[in-house]
């Protein structure tokens, strides 16, 4: 996104608050993430720091994409230098684990300002087919129709449609469930259980996401739009998706720790998992495939038997 935006207008300085001094060299020195994306050359305009400070210092918009599960601890350790009234753009897809709380939630409690300007943006994107200008289309989702209006007009280019929303429980709901729901997915993939067997899952699994969406006070368009059912398709179908790959190694056997040991990214989809449960308790919905992900995930339950299960389940009218 700082690529995008810098490639936007050549005259805005986008700094970048990264964590390792390697990366912030390489991206200063050489124009490129030697660590993430090192064959593509950022635009001169994007200026890396580990100072959050100095990154912070007269800005006009933060685009945020820590894990969510590391979020409140950092944001809580940069809220002296964040302005009031300076707008979050959160790239970040999940629920805080224990609280069960949304980056809408997370972001204006961690910076102790409960005005705090805050936008989600969401939709199917993976970050490299963005790098490589290829068509994309997204959403952002504010309560504040205005600054909804202005990120559009800051994010959109010739490669990259923007929509709007207001509904931010919609948006940020679908983005973290479809995580888990691509875990499954990937399960079935790893399992080499067929087409029939994964369109059936995918489809249940976005009901189960529209149950509980709208029980939270989403609206059903929300759900079948770009940030539903569209990302929902690119998670769970394309080979790129970091949680597809982290369902596919349970599949074919591997132990969850040895998966995560080995991947230099997060799998939002693995920590939101454990809050689906608590969610489909406290809204009384019931959520077979995206519990049964959760369950496997906190080893209770081996991917061949929740197959078992789900299978075993009562024959019901479609809802």
Not at 87 to 106: D, H, V, Y
Request: charged share 20%.
């Amino acid at each position: 996104m700082a690529a995008h935006v810098a490639n936007r207008k050549a005259q805005l300085e986008v700094k970048m608050l990264v964590r390792d001094p390697q990366v912030c060299l390489s991206i200063n020195k050489r124009h490129c993430n030697c660590k993430y994306f090192p064959d593509h050359m950022l635009p001169e305009n994007v200026v890396a720091t580990t100072d959050a400070k100095s990154a912070l210092l007269d800005a006009d918009f933060c685009l945020h994409a820590v894990p969510v599960q590391f979020s409140s601890s950092f944001l809580e350790s940069i809220a002296d230098y964040v302005h009031p009234g300076l707008p979050f753009i959160s790239l970040s897809k999940g629920l805080e684990l224990n609280t069960l709380r949304m980056m809408a939630q997370i972001i204006p409690q961690a910076l102790r300002n409960p005005r705090q300007p805050f936008v989600a943006l969401s939709g199917p994107s993976f970050a490299l087919e963005l790098m490589n200008k290829l068509p994309t289309a997204m959403v952002v989702a504010s309560k504040d129709k205005k600054l909804a209006n202005t990120v559009q007009q800051l994010l959109a280019s010739d490669h990259l449609r923007i929509s709007t929303s207001s509904d931010v429980t919609g948006v940020e709901i679908a983005g973290a469930l479809k995580n888990v729901l691509a875990i499954a997915a990937g399960i079935v993939e790893g399992m080499n259980l067929g087409n029939n067997s994964m369109a059936a899952l995918v489809s249940q699994g976005c009901s189960e996401i529209r149950w509980l969406a709208t029980k939270m006070g989403a609206k059903p368009a929300t759900i079948t739009g770009l940030s539903g059912t569209g990302d929902i398709m690119l998670t769970c179908f394309v080979n790129l998706s970091r949680n597809r790959t982290v369902g596919v190694r349970l599949g074919s056997g591997e132990k969850l720790e040895n998966i995560i040991n080995s991947m230099n990214q997060v799998a939002e989809g693995v920590s939101t998992a454990g809050a689906v449960i608590a969610l489909a308790q406290k809204y009384n919905v019931k959520m077979p495939v995206l519990t049964a992900v959760a369950r496997i995930i906190d080893n209770e339950l081996t991917p061949k038997k929740a197959v078992f299960e789900l299978m075993s389940l009562p024959q019901v009218e479609e809802v």
